[in-house]
Nanobody
Framework: VQLQASGGGLAQAGGSLRLSCSVS????????MGWFRQAPGKEREFVAA????????DYAEAVRGRFRISRDNAENTMFLQMNVLKPEDTGVYYC????????????????????WGQGTQVTVSS
């Protein structure tokens, strides 16, 4: 399983970015997926997660209402639409995947995931 995150960059506060995570080597629809981020000097933290078929999602309180996670299993891709960006959203964003049989499962902790992408840098200026 290989995950490739892309779409990061520099944005101004209040702006938007859209991250993508491309899955290869497997069919994405068998995998729960999520986004995490890590700021310098801080631990990796949960951002958003989505169930296998996209029927359930969850968000960290800090991004709820501003970010939207989605997936296109036909394209083996997951997305994170980030709106109303804040400087505190700055960090390296990682996508992650874990195989699960149930379409109801979502995972919100790093330890629940088996596969990780390389990360994409998001920098938000004030």
């Amino acid at each position: 399983v290989q995950l490739q995150a892309s779409g990061g960059g520099l944005a101004q506060a209040g702006g938007s970015l859209r991250l993508s995570c491309s899955v290869s080597g497997v069919t994405a629809r068998g995998y729960v997926m999520g986004w995490f981020r890590q700021a310098p000097g801080k631990e990796r933290e949960f951002v958003a997660a989505i169930a296998r078929k996209g029927g359930r999602t969850d968000y960290a309180e800090a991004v709820r209402g501003r970010f939207r996670i989605s997936r296109d299993n036909a394209e083996n891709t997951m997305f994170l639409q980030m709106n109303v960006l804040k400087p505190e959203d700055t960090g390296v964003y990682y996508c992650a995947a874990a195989f699960r049989l149930s379409s109801a499962v979502i995972l919100t902790t790093p330890g629940g995931y088996d596969f990780w992408g390389q990360g994409t840098q998001v920098t938000v200026s004030s």
